[in-house]
Nanobody, 129 residues
Framework: EVRPVESGGGSVHPGGSLKLSCAAS????????IGWFRQAPGKEREGVSC????????YIADSVKGRFTISSDNIKATVYLEMNSLKPEDTAVYYC??????????????????????WGQGTQVTVSS
């Protein structure tokens, strides 16, 4: 079973950049769908972006569109979330989740419920001056 493991969080000033990684522990993410989520203190979990390797589609939430980009390496062992022009409101714990479902992510849809099979431990992103 492939489990997602996040890394790359840290503290940056507003306007800065970070690149988060979600690595596949125990294999690759081939035929998986990967989702990036974030949760700020006192707020509900928010879906940020997802990628569906079965149909080669991806989705970016409006709240981060134009600033965040989702991508992967050539062997689908790692999914990246590149975050630019970071704002204080981007401060949160960022999680990636993995699932074999084909319906969780399309170019115009991202399932952000709790039915994802496997979740990473999360990585903290703090944006402050």
């Amino acid at each position: 079973e492939v489990r997602p493991v996040e890394s790359g969080g840290g503290s940056v000033h507003p306007g800065g950049s970070l690149k988060l990684s979600c690595a596949a522990s125990g294999g690759t993410f081939d035929f998986y769908t990967i989702g990036w989520f974030r949760q700020a203190p006192g707020k509900e979990r928010e879906g940020v972006s997802c990628i569906n390797f079965r149909e080669d589609s991806s989705y970016i939430a409006d709240s981060v569109k134009g600033r965040f980009t989702i991508s992967s390496d050539n062997i689908k062992a790692t999914v990246y979330l590149e975050m630019n022009s970071l704002k204080p409101e981007d401060t949160a714990v960022y999680y990636c989740a993995a699932d074999r479902a084909e319906t969780f992510c399309h170019n115009d849809y991202f399932y952000t419920g709790s039915k994802w099979d496997d979740w990473g431990q999360g990585t903290q992103v703090t944006v402050s001056s």
